[in-house]
């Protein structure tokens, strides 16, 4: 490939001869000229081509490095937001478990409150309960000794009714 610049074709003289330049040494540049022309005519548009597919090529490339960085954003404020929910519904848990912990400790203490009036309440059963047996033995053991003294007078009047038969 003939490479020719401006200085080149500045500096080209041509041969005198009879008639003027060498009509086969100015054709023969020109071919050349024309050959070189032609070549960086190609090369620019291939050139040009090869500029225009890495501009769509890194065009392309921009456009999914823009979608890259978009889905990266759209994926973290997900994360942010999955984090910020998963907080909530675990603040939400810790509060219904410590309701329902409160819940229980009220029941708790209203059914130990129960228990111990329960339990008071027997003892005072017990109690009224002791003093009615007590009363009901007294009363028995008085029936008894009535009882007693009644058997030793009819022993009594028996032995004497016996001696006033054996006297008689």
Known sequence: MLHLSKIDIDNKTFGKRFRGYDVREVASFLQEVSEALGEMADERQKLADKVERLEALL?????REQTLRDTLMTTQKMIDQ?????????DLIIQEAQAKAED?????HLRMAQIHDDIVELKRQRTQFE?????LLDT?????????????ELDSLESKLTFFKKAT
């Open 104 to 108: 229980m400790l009220n029941q708790t």
């Open 82 to 90: 999955l984090k910020a929910n998963a907080r909530k519904e675990a």
């Open 59 to 63: 065009d392309e490339h921009r456009q």
């Open 140 to 152: 028995h053991v008085k029936m008894l000794e009535l009882e007693s003294r009644e058997q030793e």
């Open 131 to 135: 003093v009615k047996l007590k009363s």
